[in-house]
């Protein structure tokens, strides 16, 4: 199970952290990915990391502002935002994959968190 964490409303050009934490779950065996779903949208992806945290991949709509990062000893990934705009309002998904490369698509990941709701605020 993950659980997605640290949503809330925020106004634009402010910084927020978000959290997924996995239980049952040992997120070492797997890529890790943030997606984002705006309403009447589809669910895009935010950003990647490996296994081992060596490698992440940021989608170019977030490039610059947000990093994804892990921490494997406390089964816990994150996404650090920065620079804010009204463009991010979104529910954030964390979620886990097995597959190999940089998944960008919902199709390829395994495991879902419950979405944490980010709002930016003019």
């Known amino acids: 199970q993950l659980q997605a964490s640290g949503g809330g409303l925020v106004q634009a050009g402010d910084s927020l952290g978000l959290s997924c934490a996995a239980s049952?779950?040992?997120?070492?065996?797997?890529?890790m990915g943030w997606f984002r779903q705006a309403p009447g949208k589809e669910r895009e992806f935010v950003a990647f990391?490996?296994?081992?945290?060596?490698?992440?991949v940021p989608a170019d709509s977030v490039k610059g502002r947000f990093t994804i990062s892990r921490d494997n000893a406390k089964n816990t990934v994150y996404l650090q935002m920065n620079s804010l705009k009204l463009d991010d309002t979104a529910v954030y998904y964390c979620?886990?994959?097995?597959?190999?490369?940089?998944?960008?698509?919902?199709?390829?990941?395994?495991?879902w968190g419950q979405g944490t709701e980010v709002t930016v605020s003019s």
């Open positions: 979620a886990a994959s097995n597959s190999v490369g940089v998944p960008r698509k919902t199709y390829a990941y395994d495991y």
């Open positions: 049952g779950l040992t997120i070492r065996s797997y890529g």
């Open positions: 990391i490996n296994r081992s945290g060596g490698a992440t």
